[in-house]
C-alpha cells in the first residue's frame, strides 16, 4: 500500500518485556496522532504473555499473509479520541535486535518509523518536533532524540562522535547536547528513520549478533551514501538504559558483545591503511580487554617456541618429504612434476600418490628460502600452531554459554593440544596429515558457529545468502581434501552425522547451502576429474562398464590396481588401495572381524599411552618399530589424560544435570575421536599413528571436559581448584619434558656421530633398534652429502656420484639437491652423473674421480682395508655432520686441493 508522509510508525522491539511495555508504552501512545501506528515485535519465541496481553486489550485479528515471521496480528483501535493501528508480531524465530527490527520495518504501512527500546518513555511534543526535522530536508536518513537517564542523576546523551585512533573506532558522547545538528549515528533506541533509505541500505547488518553497534553502521553506510543523521535537542526521551540486556545477558557479557561488535566494525568499515592498522593493534587490544586471552597468548607462544625450535630435529628428511620437496620445486618452477604431469592434482610420486596442497606449499617455501630442512618444516610447524589456536577457539565457542570460564578452558584446551606428544610429532615434520587436521578443525569450528546462530541471522534475502559460516566451511572442507587422502573418508562421514543431527535446521536454511554448494563444486572440479578421469584412464566412459587390467585384475574406473586388491577410481582415489575393505581375498565377515579387531587397538594403553606402533624391516631383516610414526615410548594421551578422560565418564554418570549440560560437547568430541581414528582402523597398517591424527583433537576435548568434571566434583572445595588445575599443568609439563628429553637422546645425538666414532658405530652390536630406525627412515643429512656432492660435481672435482645404501628411492634425494628439472631428469640427466646401488662393491671403490656415499655400518669387512686406502674421507659438512653417512673421493687424499682438504675436518 503507497506509505502516508504525516505519520509514522512506532515501532517497538522486546524480549519478554511485558512489565516494561506497561510502564512505558502509555507515553508513546500519547504521543500517537490518527492514522499512526505503534508495532510491537516479541522475539522472545516461548514468551507468550505480551501477545496474550495486547490480544485481549485490543481483540489483535491474525493477519495470514505476514506469517513467514511469525503469528502477526493487527487492528484498528481508538485511543483517547486518535484511530490507531495496532500491531503485534510474535517472532517464531528469535533472531534478537537486528533481525527482528528488520522484519518488523518490512510490515509497517509508513514512510517513517520511530524505533523505540521498551525502556524508553517520550515526553510531549516528541514526534512532531522529530518529523518535521525529518521532513525538513530530503537528504537525512534519520533523526535522533535527546535521551535522559533517569537513573544516571538526569545524565544527557543523544548526540555522538565517532573517530579513528589505534586500529579501532572509538566513539564517544558529544558535549555539545543543547544545540541540534549533525550526529555520528542515530541512536537505535530513541530515533526516527526513513523507512526508503533504510531499506536501501539493507537496515541493520545482523552480523551483529546479538545487539550493540548495529545503529552506527547503518548510520556510518548512510553517510557513505550522502544521507545525514540529525540530532534534535527538543525532542527529548527518557531512557534507563540496556534494561532488558542486563536481564537476559548480565553486565559482563554486555560488555564482551559490545567490544567484539566492535571489532567487527573496525574491520568491516576500515578502509586502505586502517585495515593494517587494524591487524596491527588486534591482539593488542584483545590482550588488554580480555585477560584470560593473556593465557591464549602464552599458549600460542609456547607452542610456537617448543614446534619451531625442532624443525630440524630429526637432523634428516624422509623419502617422503625428499619427495614432497622436489616435486614442489618442480611444479612451482617448472609447472610440471618428475613424472612430466603438468600441475597435476595428484603427484605420483613413487607410486603412492600423493595429495597436491603441501607439495606446492613445499616448493613455494622453496621459492622463497631454498631448499633446506628448515624451510620444508616451517609451513607444518606454523599449521601445527594454527591449529591449536583454532582449537582454543572451538572450545571457547562450545562452552561460552555454559561456564563464564570459558576463555580459561580454551586455554586448557590449547594447553593440552601444545604438549599433546602426537600432534608435536607430526607439527615438525613435513607430512599431510597436519594439514588436513587444521583445515576439518576450521570447517568444524564454522560449522558450530553457524548451527548455534539464530535461524534468522544470515537472512532470508537472496542477495545476502552468501554471508554466512558455511562458505568457509566449504573452503576448509574442501582444501582438506587437497591436503590428505584420509579426508576423503572423513569429510564424507562428518556429512552424514551432520545431515542425520541437524538435517533439519539444515533444510530450515537451505538457501543458505546454495553458494557453499557451488563454490565446493567449482574447487572440487580438479579433484573429481583427477579421481574419475584420470591420466591412467585413457578411456574412462568404456572403464564404467569394467575392464581387465593387464595383469588380469578386475580394474574400476581406471584405477590403478594391485594384486588382489580392487581400486575405486583413478588417481585421485588410488591410496583406497591401502585399505583391507578393497581386498578381493577376504570375505565380508573377515572385513567386518577385521574392522573389530583394528578399532580395539586404538583405545589400547599400548597405543594411547605407549605409542605402539607398526614394525618395518630393516637391515637386513632385523625389525625394529617404525619411528616415522613416533618413539614408540610415548602415545597418544598422557597417563594425567586418561585420569581426566575417566572423571569425565564418572561424572558423566553420577551428575544428570551436568550431562544434561555438556552432553552435546561430549558427543561432539567422540565423534571427532572415532571419525579421526576411521582412516586409521581400515588401513592394511595397524596401527598407523599418522593416519589417525585427526583424533587427537577429540582427545584433547575430552581431557578439557574431563577438567571442568573434576571441578563438579570439588564445587565444595573450590578455593582448591585453581592449585589443583595448576598442579596437573605441572604434571603434564613434567610429563612432556621427559618424553622430548627421550626424543632428543633418540634423534639427535645419534644424528650427530663424529668422525672418531664412525668405526665404532659399524662394530657397536648394542645401538638400538630405534637408532637404526632413525637412522634408515629419516635418511639422516642425506639431502646434504648429495648437496655436497653436487657442488663437486658442479666444479668439475668429480666425474661420478655413487650411493651405495638399501635405502629406498635414494634417486629423489639426489633430484631436491640438484634441482634439476623434470625434463632434464627424464631425459637421462640423473643417470649421467649419478650410480645407485643397495651395497658397496670393490668396483665403487676403485673407480677414478668419484664421490662415494655410503654407510660405514653396511660396509663389508672385506672391503674395509680398500677403502682406507682408496678413499680421502669428508664427514663433517654444511650445517652439522653427516651423521651416519660417509662421504669418500675414490682418489689418495695428497691428490686433493687445498680447497677440497679443507672440507675434511675428520
Request: charged share 15%.
Amino acid at each position: 500500500m503507497p506509505k502516508k508522509q504525516s505519520q509514522i510508525t512506532f515501532l517497538i522491539p522486546t524480549y519478554g518485556g511485558l512489565d516494561l511495555l506497561k510502564k512505558n508504552l502509555p507515553s508513546v501512545m500519547k504521543e500517537t496522532q490518527t492514522g499512526d501506528e505503534v508495532f510491537i515485535s516479541e522475539d522472545a519465541v516461548d514468551d507468550l504473555s505480551c501477545l496474550q496481553y495486547f490480544r485481549r486489550l485490543y481483540d489483535l485479528q491474525p493477519v495470514p499473509e505476514a506469517s513467514v515471521y511469525g503469528q502477526f496480528y493487527r487492528a484498528r483501535i481508538l485511543y483517547e479520541g486518535k484511530s490507531l493501528t495496532f500491531s503485534f508480531l510474535q517472532r517464531k524465530v528469535n533472531g534478537r535486535f537486528a533481525r527482528n527490527v528488520n522484519d518488523a520495518v518490512a510490515l509497517i504501512a509508513h514512510h517513517y518509523f520511530f524505533l523505540l527500546n521498551n525502556d524508553v518513555q517520550l515526553t510531549r511534543g516528541c514526534r512532531e518536533r522529530m518529523l518535521t526535522t525529518i521532513l525538513s530536508d530530503p537528504s537525512i536518513f534519520a533523526v535522533t532524540a535527546k535521551e535522559i537517564d533517569v537513573h544516571a542523576h538526569g545524565r544527557e546523551s543523544g548526540r555522538n562522535r565517532i573517530w579513528w585512533a589505534q586500529g579501532r573506532f572509538w566513539h564517544a558522547r558529544d558535549e555539545n547536547l543543547d544545540q541540534s545538528g549533525p550526529t555520528a549515528w542515530a541512536c537505535g533506541g530513541s530515533s526516527l528513520y526513513d523507512v526508503d533509505k533504510w531499506q536501501v541500505l539493507g537496515g541493520f547488518d545482523t552480523r551483529y549478533y546479538p545487539a550493540y553497534w548495529e545503529d552506527i553502521d547503518v548510520s556510518w553506510n548512510a553517510a557513505r551514501r550522502g544521507w545525514r543523521s540529525v540530532y534534535c535537542h527538543q525532542a527529548v526521551v527518557h531512557h534507563v538504559h540496556e534494561t532488558t540486556n542486563k536481564d537476559v545477558f548480565g553486565q559482563a557479557k554486555i560488555e564482551q558483545m559490545s567490544w567484539d561488535n566492535g571489532t567487527k566494525f573496525a574491520w568491516k568499515n576500515a578502509r586502505g591503511y586502517q585495515k593494517l592498522e587494524f591487524l596491527g593493534y588486534y591482539f593488542y587490544w584483545q590482550l588488554k580487554q580480555f585477560p584470560a586471552m593473556r593465557l591464549w597468548a602464552l599458549v600460542l607462544l609456547v607452542a610456537a617456541g617448543i614446534r619451531l625450535s625442532f624443525t630440524q630435529i630429526p637432523a634428516g628428511l624422509t623419502v617422503d618429504e625428499a619427495a614432497l620437496a622436489y616435486n614442489g620445486y618442480a611444479a612451482v618452477n617448472y609447472h610440471r612434476d618428475e613424472w612430466l604431469n603438468f600441475l597435476p592434482v595428484t603427484f605420483r610420486s613413487f607410486g603412492d600418490y600423493k595429495a597436491p596442497l603441501l607439495v606446492y606449499v613445499s616448493g613455494l617455501a622453496q621459492l622463497v628460502a631454498g631448499t633446506s630442512i628448515w624451510s620444508l618444516r616451517l609451513p607444518t610447524a606454523l599449521i601445527g600452531v594454527a591449529t591449536i589456536w583454532l582449537l582454543m577457539k572451538l572450545v571457547d565457542l562450545l562452552l561460552r554459554d555454559k561456564t563464564p570460564r570459558h576463555q580459561v578452558f580454551a586455554a586448557v584446551a590449547g594447553f593440552g593440544l601444545t604438549f599433546s606428544w602426537w600432534h608435536f610429532h607430526f607439527s615438525h615434520l613435513s607430512f599431510e596429515t597436519n594439514w588436513a587436521v587444521f583445515f576439518q578443525l576450521w570447517a568444524l569450528y564454522e560449522l558450530i558457529k553457524y548451527l548455534r546462530a539464530p535461524l534468522d541471522q544470515y537472512g532470508r534475502e537472496w542477495q545476502r545468502c552468501w554471508h554466512t559460516p558455511l562458505t568457509w566451511v566449504a573452503m576448509a572442507w574442501c582444501l582438506a581434501l587437497y591436503s590428505y587422502h584420509a579426508s576423503k573418508l572423513t569429510i564424507p562421514l562428518t556429512l552424514v552425522i551432520l545431515v542425520l543431527w541437524q538435517g533439519k535446521k539444515l533444510w530450515q536454511r537451505r538457501r543458505n547451502l546454495l553458494l557453499p554448494v557451488c563454490l565446493s563444486l567449482l574447487l572440487l572440479t580438479p579433484l573429481l576429474q583427477d579421481s574419475f578421469c584420470s591420466v591412467d584412464a585413457q578411456k574412462p566412459f568404456s572403464l564404467l562398464l569394467g575392464m581387465q587390467s593387464k595383469n588380469g585384475q578386475p580394474r574400476f574406473l581406471g584405477g590403478i590396481c594391485g594384486d588382489g586388491q580392487l581400486s575405486l577410481a583413478g588417481n585421485g582415489l588410488t591410496r583406497a588401495n591401502s585399505s583391507f575393505l578393497t581386498a578381493t581375498d577376504l570375505t565380508l565377515s573377515q572385513k567386518g572381524q577385521k574392522l573389530v579387531d583394528n578399532l580395539l587397538v586404538y583405545f589400547q594403553p599400548a597405543f594411547l599411552l605407549r605409542g605402539q606402533n607398526i614394525s618395518a624391516q630393516i637391515y637386513d631383516g632385523e625389525l625394529a618399530v617404525n619411528v616415522r610414526h613416533g618413539d614408540a615410548t610415548f602415545g597418544v594421551l598422557w597417563w594425567t589424560d586418561m585420569v581426566l578422560v575417566g572423571i569425565l565418564l564418572a561424572t558423566l554418570l553420577v551428575f544428570p544435570d551436568w550431562r544434561r549440560t555438556y552432553g552435546r560437547e561430549v558427543i561432539v568430541a567422540i565423534l571427532i575421536v572415532l571419525v579421526g581414528t576411521l582412516p586409521a582402523i581400515i588401513t592394511d597398517q595397524i596401527p598407523h599413528s599418522n593416519q589417525a591424527l585427526g583424533a587427537v583433537i577429540g582427545w584433547v576435548m575430552l581431557t578439557t571436559l574431563g577438567f571442568l568434571a573434576w571441578r563438579r566434583w570439588w564445587s565444595a572445595r573450590a578455593r582448591y581448584y585453581p592449585s589443583l588445575v595448576m598442579l596437573v599443568l605441572l604434571l603434564v609439563g613434567v610429563q612432556f619434558g621427559t618424553a622430548q628429553k627421550n626424543y632428543l637422546q633418540l634423534f639427535a645425538p645419534h644424528a650427530r656421530v663424529t668422525a672418531t666414532d664412525q668405526r665404532g658405530i659399524a662394530n657397536n652390536a648394542t645401538i638400538s633398534q630405534k637408532q637404526r630406525a632413525v637412522s634408515y627412515l629419516f635418511a639422516v643429512n642425506l639431502l646434504d652429502a648429495f648437496t655436497l656432492a653436487s657442488q663437486q660435481r658442479q666444479q668439475g672435482n668429480v666425474d661420478q656420484i655413487i650411493y651405495a645404501g638399501d635405502l629406498e628411492q635414494p634417486y629423489i634425494y639426489a633430484l631436491a639437491a640438484e634441482r634439476f628439472s623434470p625434463e632434464l631428469y627424464r631425459h637421462g640427466k640423473l643417470s649421467d652423473s649419478y650410480m645407485f646401488v643397495s651395497k658397496m662393491s670393490e668396483a665403487e671403490l676403485t673407480k677414478d674421480q668419484a664421490l662415494v656415499i655410503y654407510n660405514p655400518e653396511q660396509l663389508p669387512p672385506a672391503l674395509v682395508e680398500l677403502e682406507q686406502q682408496q678413499c680421502q674421507k669428508i664427514v663433517n659438512y654444511y650445517h652439522g655432520q653427516f651423521n651416519n653417512l660417509r662421504v669418500c673421493w675414490t682418489r689418495p687424499s695428497e691428490a686433493l686441493t687445498t680447497d677440497e682438504a679443507s672440507l675434511d675436518n675428520g
